[in-house]
């Protein structure tokens, strides 16, 4: 089934690299129905970054990336950029504990200004490796993080948070520390989430599925806000990971193939939450693609 014409279709977390498919990979979501892109700032380097300067270049890269795509393939790419919480593990063995962490703080800054300026939508990725690190770092781990925070409520903005999967539990400790640092619990995204949990388990944030098969048929029917996300990493040595940037407009359809008539779910993940979250409406594209 064609996607109805006067929807919206947005994957909310995705990368795209000049190295990998980049504007290519935004062709084929367009022709699949794909209208709008959340793209998440990634080092382009082999190693992350070392100073405020390379981390300049970075942001810098994924603005021109979304500008390019924008341009050439006619859908909207919204950018979301901070340092990577991972960063901090190789920065802290090359410069210290102590310069990396204010080098951390620094692109936080950086990316801060840059969504003032409006040239990105939301400070992330933010958060916490998600896989064990070493317990010295833990203070400067929790100090990035709680001034990412502070920063998305100055500058009013949607915070994306990196970090191992959560439970009711760990939304519960995250919505309060979002609270102490008076962020509103909507401006928080949980990325990556692969759960699913009942509304009032997730204390007002928000959470960004990825959208595997199976959480799909899950999470449709939850009420908003919720997103669709796919994690594209656009790394040729492992094509299609997480998910390909085909997938949610795919889904979308799929759901549409067997129930034709409920296509005003959709526009939970593809309009509401995201006017919820970010402010804006998304509005349909004219000519998309989308057809069988």
């Not at 070392?50 to 790419?77: C, D, H, K, N, P």
């Not at 997730?202 to 959208?211: D, Q, R």
């Not at 799909?216 to 790394?235: A, C, K, M, N, Y």
């Amino acid at each position: 089934m064609a996607l109805p014409s006067d929807l919206p279709v947005v994957d909310h977390h995705c990368h795209l690299a000049p190295s990998g498919e980049g504007v290519g990979a935004a062709r084929r979501f367009r022709a699949a129905g794909g209208t709008d892109l959340f793209l998440a700032t990634q080092s382009y380097t082999a190693l992350p970054p070392r100073s405020l300067e390379e981390y300049r270049v970075q942001f810098e890269t994924t603005e021109a990336m979304a500008r390019r795509i924008a341009t050439e393939v006619g859908i909207r790419v919204h950018p979301v950029l901070a340092p990577y919480p991972v960063d901090l593990l190789h920065q802290a063995e090359v410069l210290g504990a102590a310069p990396a962490t204010a080098l951390q703080e620094a692109a936080l800054d950086l990316a801060g200004t840059r969504i003032a300026e409006r040239a990105a939508v939301a400070l992330g990725e933010v958060g916490w490796p998600h896989f064990p690190y070493p317990e010295p770092l833990r203070p400067a781990v929790e100090a990035i993080f709680d001034r990412a925070l502070r920063i998305g409520r100055e500058r009013e903005c949607p915070v994306v948070v990196h970090a191992e999967e959560f439970d009711a539990e760990a939304f519960r400790r995250l919505a309060a520390r979002a609270s102490r640092c008076a962020l509103p619990a909507h401006r928080v995204v949980k990325h990556y989430q692969r759960t699913r949990l009942r509304p009032e388990e997730f204390g007002g944030l928000v959470p960004s599925y990825l959208a595997r098969r199976d959480l799909v048929r899950e999470v449709v029917r939850s009420p908003g806000p919720w997103f669709w996300e796919t994690d594209f990493l656009d790394d040729p040595a492992r094509p299609g990971a997480v998910l390909d940037l085909e997938t949610v407009p795919r889904r979308a359809r799929s759901f549409l193939d067997r129930f034709p008539d409920e296509a005003e779910l959709l526009r939970v993940p593809f309009q509401d939450s995201v006017e919820r979250v970010y402010g804006f409406r998304p509005e349909p594209l004219a000519g998309r693609g989308g057809t069988p």
